[in-house]
């Protein structure tokens, strides 16, 4: 019988030692034959290390000199790990005991499998989806993403309505298993973005490379989430639209790029005035601080950006429509109701 595929959990912390007390212990119980648990400490000012060698000598540690953010700290961190199958864990997810075998075997089955998500429930709601992925993350054709059980901020109960693995357009950073020889040969993550959207760069990138990405909601996370940042943040709000953009950029060619930019410009605009009318100065200033960094960044930092190595792959879990059309005129608050059921 085949050796079973090894596999390495990081988590990447920040002053987390809160969370690393809270939830390593479910991480700790997993039931797999062949993983091994490591956190790679983004220097951290708590006692975050201390209590860990303390408190878990099971656990390797890996530590940064300085904060790289999500992006650095786990290009960082995945030069350390040699294992099959790396799964990229926050520090504020509970997992099922269970959670690793289903999601291995997926890999195991198909070798051109780069990436898998499990399904995202909100911790505080077991019955509900969580904002940072849902059941599997998908893209819209300028560029905003949305989830299998989550459209903007609106999150669906979890009925088992999304429960056959399928491929999608990206996989969530809060708990993402990737290939790691893959995640290596695609350059990793892009350390420009520090944070926010670099997972779906990073699977767009995979997909152009020829790779596959996939769910799987037979393993299951419970995610607290904005355990970093809330999403009214306004530093959250200028790394989303600028990343975004920036991916954009990046991953679209030709015409396409031009085309669906402008758009892009357009809708933001109209985002950025709403929230203005509204009240919202902060909110306008962070989408239009982003816009003018991302022509910051096409004139200067371009070469601090990681491109696709290859353009010729095929692209799924993309919808070939306005996901802000569908949800805010037409009112479709459901996945499903957007992108149909499955012929």
């Given amino acids: 019988m085949a050796q079973r595929s090894s596999v390495a959990v990081v988590i990447l912390n920040w002053n987390g030692r809160n969370y690393l007390e809270r939830f390593l212990p479910s991480v700790l119980s997993s039931k797999y034959e062949r993983y091994?648990?490591?956190?790679?400490?983004?220097?951290?000012?708590?006692?975050?290390?201390?209590?860990?060698?303390?408190?878990?000598?099971?656990?390797?540690?890996?530590?940064?000199?300085?904060?790289?953010?999500?992006?650095?700290?786990?290009?960082?961190?995945?030069?350390?790990?040699?294992?099959?199958i790396t799964v990229l864990l926050n520090s504020d997810v509970e997992v099922?005991?269970?959670?690793?075998?289903?999601?291995?075997?997926?890999?195991?089955?198909?070798?051109?499998?780069?990436?898998?998500?499990?399904k995202i429930i909100d911790y505080n709601n077991k019955s509900r989806f969580e904002y940072a992925g849902a059941c599997g993350g998908w893209i819209d054709k300028y560029g905003y993403p949305f989830s299998k059980g989550r459209i903007f901020d609106e999150l669906e109960m979890d009925h088992g309505q999304y429960d056959q693995s399928e491929p999608i357009f990206w996989a969530s950073g809060a708990a993402m298993f990737v290939r790691t020889e893959v995640f290596k040969k695609c350059n990793g993550f892009d350390y420009f973005f520090f944070a926010h959207q670099e997972e779906i760069d990073l699977c767009w990138r995979m997909q152009l490379a020829g790779f596959q990405i996939q769910s799987c909601p037979q393993s299951v996370v419970f995610h607290i989430g904005g355990g970093t940042l809330s999403k009214d943040n306004p530093r959250k709000v200028f790394l989303n639209f600028r990343n975004n953009l920036i991916m954009l950029f990046k991953n679209l060619q030709g015409f396409d790029r031009i085309y669906i930019l402008l758009i892009r410009f357009a809708l933001d605009a109209i985002s950025a005035w709403k929230s203005l009318i509204q009240g919202k100065s902060v909110y306008f200033t962070a989408i239009a601080k982003a816009h003018v960094a991302f022509f910051g960044w096409i004139l200067f930092h371009q070469k601090e950006s990681v491109f696709p190595i290859k353009n010729d792959g095929t692209i799924q879990g993309k919808f070939n429509g306005n996901i802000v059309w569908q949800h805010f005129v037409l009112g479709k608050k459901r996945f499903s109701e957007i992108i149909g059921p499955k012929k």
């Fill in 36 to 84: 091994t648990v490591y956190v790679a400490d983004n220097a951290s000012t708590d006692d975050s290390v201390a209590f860990l060698k303390q408190q878990f000598p099971s656990v390797k540690i890996l530590i940064n000199s300085h904060n790289d953010g999500f992006a650095g700290g786990y290009n960082w961190a995945l030069q350390f790990i040699s294992e099959d």
């Fill in 96 to 118: 099922d005991q269970n959670w690793l075998e289903p999601a291995v075997k997926l890999f195991e089955d198909n070798e051109n499998l780069a990436a898998v998500q499990p």
